[in-house]
Every structure is written in structure tokens, then in C-alpha cells.
């Protein structure tokens, strides 16, 4: 036994007896008595409360983990504004957040289509948030952070995208309240751990611009689709001529998806915090207004919804929203050839 002991400390290299975290980067792999992916039954230089703590950092996930290494007990650390303000929302990472304004037209839900339109109005609404959220889960992975798609937000399947709040019970209200002609509400919120960023400032901009530069792909394709349906009438139940077509039920829920992603393009590009278009913003500007600008963000959904109810600045939103889709058009029409 005293052999064993002793043949164990002369294999265990210095730095093993002389620092905790030398002990902790070997669990994971090869350790000091040659095993792999076996943690040393005990030693001196590896008190047991880190042990606990490097179990804890890596419970579930079977590798070190990759965000910050937590401070030795003792040290001193003063939060920043954004660390306060996103410790005081329950010390979740930064969210990349999806809200949306529809107008719904009231004389599309008194004619014929009724709950029916409705449904399907929704259900590819909560789609195109769906690929909005994914798009930032995917490009958050591809600048280095992985939170999204460990959470298995890396999907195209709405349902882990939505939230009981913003995407059922507010819409459902609003929708209620307005009878039917007003829908605000959202995805849920896509995770963002900044620091695993590889340039945290930037990348956290490319990430909040490929939300809504989903919808603006998605403008097109569902106008592809609108004009293919209403000059073909492939589809049950089509009127006679095109015309007429426009007012069938499957060309107007494709208009209405159309309308929802050019909202979405636009509205989420408004520089107010937490829209996409903040983060845009706040790499650009000085690094002493970052923190100060992105607090505004516990009341930025409020702020955007009083602006929305502002009228010329909800017109100035309609006008780009008529530019974008007159944009499409003509990339899907190649200039009004068909």
C-alpha cells in the first residue's frame, strides 16, 4: 500500500501539487495516474470543496466548462450596470429577444374565413418566429457560443421556441381586447452567453441581425408562394381568375405572413433595447455608453409599444415595411416578368 502511495505522488506532476486548476484541466482527460475520463480518487492538492465546484461547473455536460472560471473565494469583484441588471432579471445571459406588432385587417375576420384564417394566420406566424430565433441560435453557435443549441433552441420546430407569456397569453389578449384587429407578442427569448463570443461586441451584432434577415428571406419566399398560388389557383376551392384570387383564404394568410415578416424585419431593427437592432447599435458606439444604453432595456418593450401607438412614427414603420415588400416583389418577379 505504501509502494502504491508513493508511485502515485512520483507520477503526479509539480504543478498537480502545487495548484488547484493544474488538478481540475486534467479530470476531463488523461489524469495523473494515466486513466482517462476518470477523475484521481483523492489527493492532497485537490481540497474537496473544489472538487464540488468543478462537479458543479460540469454536471450534464461531461467536459470542463467553457464560461468564466469562478473567482477564488475571497476575491473581490464590483458588477457592472449590465452584470446588476442581469443578475436583478435572475442571471440569465443576454436574450435575443423576437417581439412583434401585427395589425390584423378587421374585414378579413368578419368575411368568410373567420376563426379558420385566424389559426392559420398564427400558425405560420409562430413558424416565422420559430426560424427568426433559430437563426440567432445558429449564428450564435457559428461565433463561438453553443448556449442556444445545448438548450436545443437550434431548431426549425416552433414549439421550443415559443413562450407561454409572449407568444400565447399576451397576443390572446391583445387579440381579444382589440377584437381581433391588434396582435402584440413574441418568441421566446434566445440565450446568449457574451463572453463565449469569440469578438463579444461584434459578434453579438451579427447574431441580432440574422433574426430579422430570416424574415426578410422569408418576405420573399411567402410572396413566392402568394403570386404562384394566385396566378396558378393550384389549390382547393380557387376562384376564376387571379383576381378574384386575391380574396380566397390561402392567398390571404399568405399575405398576412407576408405583412407579419416585413413587420418583423423592420420593427425588429428598431434601435431600442432589447430589439436586434440595439445590439446592432451598441457595438457601434463609444464603449462608455454601452452599459448605460443597454440598460434601458428592462423598459424598452414599453417604450417600443408607445411608439408603435405614436402615428407618424408608426407610419414611418408601415412606409419601410411597403419598401421591403415592394423590394421583393421585384426579386421574385425578376423585375415584373410574371
Not at 279 to 289: D, F, G, V
Request: with cysteine; proline share 8%.
Amino acid at each position: 500500500m505504501e509502494l502504491e502511495q508513493g508511485t502515485e505522488a512520483a507520477r503526479s506532476p509539480p504543478n498537480l501539487r502545487r495548484s488547484v486548476p493544474a488538478a481540475v484541466a486534467l479530470w476531463p482527460g488523461k489524469t495523473a495516474l494515466g486513466r482517462h475520463n476518470q477523475r484521481p480518487r483523492s489527493h492532497p492538492a485537490v481540497p474537496r470543496a473544489a472538487r464540488a465546484a468543478y462537479d458543479d461547473q460540469t454536471r450534464g455536460t461531461g467536459t470542463r466548462a467553457r464560461g468564466p472560471r469562478a473567482p477564488l473565494r475571497g476575491t473581490a469583484i464590483t458588477p457592472s450596470t449590465l452584470d446588476r441588471l442581469r443578475l436583478a432579471l435572475g442571471g440569465a445571459p443576454i436574450a435575443i429577444a423576437a417581439p412583434v406588432v401585427v395589425p390584423v385587417a378587421p374585414a378579413l375576420l368578419d368575411g368568410q374565413f373567420g376563426v379558420l384564417y385566424i389559426v392559420l394566420s398564427l400558425a405560420l406566424l409562430v413558424l416565422s418566429l420559430g426560424i427568426h430565433e433559430a437563426a440567432h441560435a445558429w449564428t450564435a453557435l457559428k461565433c463561438g457560443d453553443p448556449t442556444a443549441r445545448d438548450l436545443g433552441r437550434l431548431t426549425l420546430n416552433p414549439i421550443p421556441h415559443i413562450d407561454l407569456w409572449w407568444t400565447i397569453l399576451i397576443p390572446g389578449m391583445f387579440l381579444y381586447v382589440s377584437n381581433g384587429a391588434f396582435l402584440f407578442g413574441g418568441a421566446k427569448p434566445v440565450p446568449v452567453d457574451f463572453h463565449r463570443l469569440k469578438n463579444p461586441w461584434r459578434d453579438m451584432s451579427i447574431v441580432a441581425i440574422a433574426g430579422p434577415l430570416s424574415n426578410l428571406i422569408l418576405v420573399g419566399v411567402f410572396f413566392a408562394l402568394w403570386k404562384f398560388f394566385v396566378e396558378t389557383g393550384y389549390y382547393n376551392g380557387s376562384s376564376e381568375s387571379a383576381s378574384l384570387r386575391r380574396s380566397d383564404l390561402l392567398p390571404s394568410v399568405l399575405n398576412t405572413a407576408i405583412f407579419a415578416n416585413a413587420i418583423l424585419f423592420v420593427f425588429n431593427l428598431i434601435p431600442v433595447p432589447p430589439l436586434d437592432g440595439s445590439r446592432i447599435l451598441t457595438w457601434l458606439m463609444p464603449s462608455s455608453l454601452r452599459e448605460s444604453y443597454n440598460a434601458v432595456g428592462v423598459f424598452g418593450l414599453i417604450i417600443v409599444f408607445l411608439l408603435m401607438r405614436w402615428e407618424p412614427f408608426r407610419d414611418q414603420v408601415y412606409r419601410l415595411m411597403s419598401i421591403v415588400i415592394s423590394g421583393a416583389e421585384q426579386v421574385v418577379t425578376l423585375g415584373g416578368l410574371w
